[in-house]
Protein backbone atom coordinates (compact mmCIF):
# COMPACT_ATOMS: atom_id res chain seq x y z
CA UNK A 1 0.00 0.00 0.00
CA UNK A 2 1.13 3.22 -0.87
CA UNK A 3 1.89 5.39 2.36
CA UNK A 4 1.76 9.38 1.99
CA UNK A 5 2.34 10.68 5.43
CA UNK A 6 2.02 14.40 6.99
CA UNK A 7 4.19 16.01 9.46
CA UNK A 8 1.33 17.40 11.53
CA UNK A 9 -2.46 16.82 11.53
CA UNK A 10 -3.51 20.61 13.17
CA UNK A 11 -1.06 23.05 13.55
CA UNK A 12 -2.06 26.82 15.07
CA UNK A 13 0.85 29.76 13.86
CA UNK A 14 0.38 33.27 14.60
CA UNK A 15 0.69 35.60 11.61
CA UNK A 16 3.94 36.28 10.32
CA UNK A 17 5.74 32.94 11.16
CA UNK A 18 7.36 30.99 8.92
CA UNK A 19 5.71 27.51 8.80
CA UNK A 20 7.14 24.52 7.13
CA UNK A 21 4.75 21.46 6.42
CA UNK A 22 6.40 17.84 5.60
CA UNK A 23 5.15 15.25 3.37
CA UNK A 24 7.28 11.96 3.02
CA UNK A 25 6.22 9.28 0.59
CA UNK A 26 7.03 5.23 0.73
CA UNK A 27 6.63 4.67 -3.04
CA UNK A 28 9.50 6.13 -4.89
CA UNK A 29 7.31 8.00 -7.12
CA UNK A 30 8.61 10.65 -9.24
CA UNK A 31 5.93 13.52 -8.66
CA UNK A 32 4.86 15.05 -5.44
CA UNK A 33 2.08 18.06 -5.24
CA UNK A 34 0.57 20.27 -2.78
CA UNK A 35 -2.92 21.23 -2.68
CA UNK A 36 -4.58 23.33 -0.48
CA UNK A 37 -8.69 22.55 0.10
CA UNK A 38 -11.42 25.31 0.91
CA UNK A 39 -15.16 25.10 1.08
CA UNK A 40 -16.59 26.02 -1.82
CA UNK A 41 -13.06 26.31 -3.47
CA UNK A 42 -12.21 22.38 -4.07
CA UNK A 43 -8.79 21.25 -4.56
CA UNK A 44 -6.09 23.84 -5.56
CA UNK A 45 -3.16 23.19 -6.39
CA UNK A 46 -0.04 25.08 -4.96
CA UNK A 47 3.34 23.65 -6.24
CA UNK A 48 4.43 19.95 -7.91
CA UNK A 49 7.27 18.61 -8.39
CA UNK A 50 8.34 16.22 -10.76
CA UNK A 51 12.13 14.81 -9.89
CA UNK A 52 14.23 16.16 -6.83
CA UNK A 53 15.06 19.54 -6.64
CA UNK A 54 13.16 20.25 -9.85
CA UNK A 55 9.23 22.14 -9.21
CA UNK A 56 6.84 23.76 -11.03
CA UNK A 57 4.01 26.42 -9.93
CA UNK A 58 0.29 25.29 -9.44
CA UNK A 59 -2.04 27.67 -9.63
CA UNK A 60 -1.69 28.93 -6.48
CA UNK A 61 1.58 29.73 -5.89
CA UNK A 62 1.91 33.29 -4.19
CA UNK A 63 3.05 33.09 -0.46
CA UNK A 64 4.92 29.75 -0.89
CA UNK A 65 7.50 27.87 -1.51
CA UNK A 66 8.48 23.99 -1.97
CA UNK A 67 11.97 21.91 -1.29
CA UNK A 68 12.72 18.74 -2.59
CA UNK A 69 16.03 17.38 -1.29
CA UNK A 70 15.15 13.68 -1.20
CA UNK A 71 12.94 11.78 -3.53
CA UNK A 72 10.71 10.95 -0.69
CA UNK A 73 10.42 13.97 0.96
CA UNK A 74 8.45 17.31 -0.25
CA UNK A 75 8.05 20.25 2.01
CA UNK A 76 5.65 23.26 1.46
CA UNK A 77 6.96 26.30 2.97
CA UNK A 78 4.81 29.07 4.28
CA UNK A 79 7.61 32.86 4.23
CA UNK A 80 4.87 34.95 6.38
CA UNK A 81 1.86 33.56 7.10
CA UNK A 82 -1.21 35.21 7.01
CA UNK A 83 -4.96 34.54 8.22
CA UNK A 84 -5.92 34.04 4.76
CA UNK A 85 -3.60 31.04 4.51
CA UNK A 86 -5.92 28.99 7.17
CA UNK A 87 -6.93 26.44 5.31
CA UNK A 88 -6.74 22.57 4.90
CA UNK A 89 -2.87 21.39 2.91
CA UNK A 90 -3.09 18.21 1.48
CA UNK A 91 0.41 16.37 0.21
CA UNK A 92 0.09 13.25 -3.10
CA UNK A 93 2.06 11.44 -4.51
CA UNK A 94 1.94 9.56 -8.11
CA UNK A 95 4.03 7.89 -10.73
CA UNK A 96 3.47 8.22 -14.04
CA UNK A 97 3.09 4.49 -14.98
CA UNK A 98 1.79 4.40 -18.58
CA UNK A 99 0.81 7.92 -18.71
CA UNK A 100 -1.34 7.86 -15.92
CA UNK A 101 -1.46 9.97 -12.77
CA UNK A 102 -2.97 8.20 -9.93
CA UNK A 103 -2.20 10.21 -7.05
CA UNK A 104 -2.10 9.16 -3.42
CA UNK A 105 -3.03 11.50 -0.44
CA UNK A 106 -1.67 12.49 3.18
CA UNK A 107 -4.33 12.49 5.87
CA UNK A 108 -4.06 16.31 5.24
CA UNK A 109 -2.69 19.16 7.92
CA UNK A 110 -5.60 21.53 8.98
CA UNK A 111 -3.61 24.87 9.48
CA UNK A 112 -4.75 27.71 11.40
CA UNK A 113 -3.01 31.21 10.52
CA UNK A 114 -4.41 33.32 14.24
CA UNK B 1 -8.59 25.16 -20.32
CA UNK B 2 -9.55 22.04 -18.94
CA UNK B 3 -12.42 21.83 -16.39
CA UNK B 4 -14.66 19.14 -15.00
CA UNK B 5 -17.95 19.93 -13.43
CA UNK B 6 -19.44 17.42 -11.24
CA UNK B 7 -23.22 17.48 -10.35
CA UNK B 8 -25.11 17.54 -8.50
CA UNK B 9 -22.80 19.04 -5.49
CA UNK B 10 -25.00 18.06 -2.89
CA UNK B 11 -26.68 15.21 -1.66
CA UNK B 12 -28.65 14.09 1.10
CA UNK B 13 -30.61 10.66 0.88
CA UNK B 14 -32.17 7.92 3.06
CA UNK B 15 -30.16 4.59 3.46
CA UNK B 16 -31.09 2.02 0.62
CA UNK B 17 -31.43 4.81 -2.05
CA UNK B 18 -29.76 4.86 -5.41
CA UNK B 19 -27.71 7.78 -6.90
CA UNK B 20 -25.43 9.20 -9.74
CA UNK B 21 -23.42 11.43 -9.46
CA UNK B 22 -22.03 12.79 -12.72
CA UNK B 23 -18.24 14.48 -13.88
CA UNK B 24 -19.01 16.48 -17.44
CA UNK B 25 -16.24 18.25 -19.83
CA UNK B 26 -16.06 19.44 -23.15
CA UNK B 27 -12.03 17.66 -23.18
CA UNK B 28 -11.14 14.88 -23.63
CA UNK B 29 -9.33 12.87 -20.89
CA UNK B 30 -6.52 10.23 -21.18
CA UNK B 31 -7.96 8.69 -17.78
CA UNK B 32 -10.24 9.64 -14.87
CA UNK B 33 -10.43 8.75 -11.59
CA UNK B 34 -12.54 8.82 -8.93
CA UNK B 35 -11.75 9.82 -5.38
CA UNK B 36 -13.53 9.59 -1.81
CA UNK B 37 -12.89 12.10 1.07
CA UNK B 38 -14.36 11.53 4.68
CA UNK B 39 -13.93 14.63 6.70
CA UNK B 40 -10.87 15.63 8.31
CA UNK B 41 -8.94 13.07 5.75
CA UNK B 42 -7.80 13.05 3.12
CA UNK B 43 -8.79 12.29 -0.40
CA UNK B 44 -8.47 8.45 -1.18
CA UNK B 45 -8.84 6.91 -4.69
CA UNK B 46 -11.43 4.43 -5.14
CA UNK B 47 -10.76 4.04 -9.42
CA UNK B 48 -9.72 4.86 -12.79
CA UNK B 49 -10.82 4.30 -15.61
CA UNK B 50 -9.02 4.52 -19.21
CA UNK B 51 -10.72 3.45 -21.86
CA UNK B 52 -13.64 4.47 -23.67
CA UNK B 53 -17.36 3.26 -22.05
CA UNK B 54 -15.01 1.29 -20.07
CA UNK B 55 -17.28 0.23 -16.54
CA UNK B 56 -16.06 -1.13 -13.21
CA UNK B 57 -17.30 -2.10 -10.17
CA UNK B 58 -16.46 -1.84 -6.76
CA UNK B 59 -18.66 -3.56 -4.65
CA UNK B 60 -22.18 -1.31 -4.61
CA UNK B 61 -20.21 1.34 -6.89
CA UNK B 62 -20.73 1.61 -10.58
CA UNK B 63 -18.20 3.58 -12.54
CA UNK B 64 -18.52 4.57 -16.17
CA UNK B 65 -16.44 6.42 -18.68
CA UNK B 66 -18.34 7.79 -21.42
CA UNK B 67 -17.53 6.82 -25.05
CA UNK B 68 -15.83 9.46 -25.92
CA UNK B 69 -13.70 10.26 -22.80
CA UNK B 70 -15.01 13.57 -21.45
CA UNK B 71 -17.59 12.23 -18.96
CA UNK B 72 -18.04 9.88 -16.19
CA UNK B 73 -20.79 8.66 -13.61
CA UNK B 74 -20.43 7.12 -10.22
CA UNK B 75 -23.35 4.85 -9.50
CA UNK B 76 -24.26 3.86 -5.85
CA UNK B 77 -26.86 1.18 -5.53
CA UNK B 78 -28.59 0.82 -1.88
CA UNK B 79 -26.91 3.56 -0.30
CA UNK B 80 -25.43 3.20 3.36
CA UNK B 81 -23.93 5.71 5.64
CA UNK B 82 -20.31 4.74 5.52
CA UNK B 83 -21.16 5.73 1.90
CA UNK B 84 -21.25 9.32 3.33
CA UNK B 85 -18.44 11.58 1.90
CA UNK B 86 -16.90 14.06 -0.62
CA UNK B 87 -16.92 12.20 -4.03
CA UNK B 88 -14.23 13.54 -6.39
CA UNK B 89 -13.56 13.03 -10.03
CA UNK B 90 -9.98 14.03 -11.62
CA UNK B 91 -8.60 13.59 -15.25
CA UNK B 92 -5.65 13.84 -16.08
CA UNK B 93 -4.50 16.91 -17.76
CA UNK B 94 -2.98 17.04 -21.25
CA UNK B 95 0.33 16.56 -22.18
CA UNK B 96 1.25 14.11 -19.66
CA UNK B 97 2.64 16.25 -16.95
CA UNK B 98 1.15 14.35 -14.12
CA UNK B 99 -1.19 16.68 -12.93
CA UNK B 100 -5.03 16.04 -12.51
CA UNK B 101 -7.71 18.02 -13.19
CA UNK B 102 -10.83 17.59 -10.16
CA UNK B 103 -14.14 18.72 -10.28
CA UNK B 104 -15.34 20.82 -7.85
CA UNK B 105 -16.47 17.45 -5.37
CA UNK B 106 -20.21 15.91 -4.82
CA UNK B 107 -21.01 16.06 -0.55
CA UNK B 108 -23.19 12.61 -0.41
CA UNK B 109 -25.00 12.82 3.04
CA UNK B 110 -26.69 9.08 3.89
CA UNK B 111 -29.17 9.09 6.71
CA UNK B 112 -30.04 5.99 8.87
Known amino acids: DVKVTQSSRYLVKRTGEKVFLECVQD?????MFWYRQDPGLGLRLIYF???????EKGDIPEGYSVSREKKERFSLILESASTNQTSMYLC?????????????FGPGTRLTVT | TQLLEQSPQFLSIQEGENLTVYCNSS?????LQWYRQEPGEGPVLLVT?????EVKKLKRLTFQFGDARKDSSLHITAAQPGDTGLYLC????????????FGQGTTLQVKP
Open chain 1, 92 to 104: ASSSLAGGISEQY
Open chain 1, 27 to 31: MDHEN
Open chain 1, 49 to 55: SYDVKMK
Open chain 2, 27 to 31: SVFSS
Open chain 2, 49 to 53: VVTGG
Open chain 2, 90 to 101: AGGESGNTGKLI
